[in-house]
């Protein structure tokens, strides 16, 4: 039942929200910090991956700025890297992100608050040949903060609705 509620969520999200504070950010920005792995199917940076539906394992960590006012992410998987910039937007009440792959791939994203522990993704996406694409997610932290569960709402090329879950664990902070 916790999965199918996960799901709806993510279908149902980040359509609206309330203003998110410098101390949202903060929240937000502990509970990412720290290096973190999955074996996923697909990550929406990288559309090779999950190809004939085999798992691929991904890495990545998050630090804080030495101000504390930012945050950095790096990834790595089978072949590709990417750098993400997380930033509170005062002047939007907003959670923003920016980020690039070693693909090219360019991801725009804004976070908001959905509960504790809980925030709603939305995502544009850039291709290396211009291609733009949408996502909404929601974020789930659990387990005491050692787990990360992403679920992702978008649509593909056809206009069909297309969605993927990953299970992200932290190994170190």
């Not at 792995?37 to 394992?57: A, P, R």
Request: a positive charge.
């Amino acid at each position: 039942p916790i999965f199918m509620e996960q799901e709806e969520e993510a279908l149902q999200a980040s359509r609206g929200g309330g203003s998110v504070t410098r101390k949202d950010f903060e929240t937000f920005c502990e509970a990412h910090l720290g290096s973190w792995t999955g074996e996923v199917t697909s990550v929406i940076s990288e559309t090779n991956v999950g190809k004939e539906g085999k798992k691929s394992t991904y890495k990545w960590e998050a630090r804080l700025s030495d101000d504390g006012k930012a945050m950095t992410q790096t990834g790595v998987g089978p072949g590709t890297s990417g750098r993400n910039l997380y930033f509170f937007d005062a002047e939007a009440k907003l959670i923003r992100a920016s980020g690039v792959s070693s693909e090219g791939v360019v991801n725009q994203q804004t976070f908001r608050v959905a509960g504790k522990n809980k925030w709603n993704r939305h995502t544009r996406q850039t291709d290396a040949d211009g291609t733009t694409k949408e996502f909404r997610s929601v974020l789930i932290l659990s387990d005491k903060g050692s787990q990360l569960t992403i679920v992702i709402h978008g649509k593909n090329a056809d206009g069909g609705e297309t969605k993927q879950t990953n299970v992200w664990s932290r190994v170190g902070k």
